[in-house]
């Protein structure tokens, strides 16, 4: 049975992905532990005994994965929205997903051990963006998912949190990679892609101009230079790299610039203010500002939580 050292923050409520509806407790469980400590851009990460008697017409603001760690199985009775409830058992190990934005009642009968984990849908969309370069993924909800790898990957970032997540963000987004690979498997569905838009970047355009961006992430490149350095003006060249590259050319700089200084947030010595000029950004309150809009957390907390290794005695 996997389990959660009492090391992490304890908390007096149970649901980790916020909803809007009614929640009924109860009284006779112990507070659960969770790794809202490390502030994982994206992620949360749950483990205790449940405390949930009933959710009624609740809507998820993220992706939520729930596994019995229970030797018995637990049975649920749900209710999509306009619906009956429905029953379904969760024997040990297997687990259920509850996508963003579905409307759901649960009924609850028994206690039992488990973990928990949610995930912001825009994280979400980005990393399996990112691992399979292929049209984006709508998840449905599943119950009773047994025969994955999803216990296991949950039980990797649970032993992070134990050892106090010395393998760093870099390790949290490679497990939450795998992990949003499995979901996508086993609750996703493809959303149609949209029609290809027509004028975009030809490829060699394409091409130069992102190596320019990150040979260039430290200075101010202007669009005017890199349209000239395609051969378009910079109506044309703006209109064409959003159509090609989904984001206007300052929003994708914008993007590059924070993954780079948030990989260099997790070096050795690494100094915030140093980093902010590094990436290219004015000063360390408009890195600050632009990270947290982005991450969801400041680049202060992702320092304090860098891998170990890199700590200077």
């Known amino acids: 049975m996997l389990s959660v050292k009492p090391q992490l923050v304890e908390m007096n409520v149970a649901p980790i992905s916020s909803a809007h509806g009614g929640i009924s407790l109860r009284s006779d469980t112990p507070p659960v532990v969770t790794t809202q400590r490390f502030d994982w851009p994206g992620l949360r990460l749950e483990a205790g005994t449940n405390n949930i008697a009933a959710v009624d017409d609740a809507t998820g603001l993220h992706h939520y994965i729930s596994l019995n760690l229970d030797p018995r199985p637990v049975t649920f009775e ?15 190990g297997a687990a259920w997903i509850c ?13 039992f051990h488990y973990l928990r984990a949610s995930i912001d849908p825009v994280y979400f969309d980005r990393l399996v963006t990112d691992t399979t370069n292929d049209s984006p993924v709508e998840l449905r909800r599943q119950h009773g998912i047994a025969n994955s790898q999803i216990g296991h990957i949950l039980g990797a970032l649970v032993a992070e949190s134990d050892d106090g997540n010395p393998g760093g963000l870099a390790f949290v987004d490679a497990l939450a990679i795998g992990l949003s690979r499995q979901l996508a498997l086993y609750a996703g569905v493809r959303k149609p892609r949209a029609a290809p838009l027509r004028g975009g970047l030809s490829a060699t355009a394409r091409r130069r101009t992102l190596e320019l961006m990150e040979a260039n992430l430290d200075v101010n490149v202007s669009v005017q230079f890199l349209a000239t350095e395609v051969g378009l003006s910079p109506a044309h060249f703006s209109r064409a790299f959003k159509e090609t590259m989904g984001l206007a050319p300052h929003q994708y700089l914008l993007h590059r610039r924070l993954e780079r200084s948030r990989r260099m947030l997790e070096s050795d010595n690494a100094v915030l203010a140093n980093v902010a000029q590094r990436a290219g950004f004015a000063d360390q309150a408009h890195f600050t500002r632009f990270f947290k809009r982005e991450y969801g957390v400041t680049p202060g907390i992702v320092l304090r939580n860098r891998p170990r290794s890199s700590r200077v005695a």
Do not use: H, M, T, Y
């Open 99 to 111: 996508p963003a934005g579905q409307r759901i009642s649960v009924r609850v009968n028994s206690d």
């Open 78 to 92: 749900v209710k999509d929205e306009g619906g009956p409830f429905r029953r379904f058992v969760l024997r040990r």
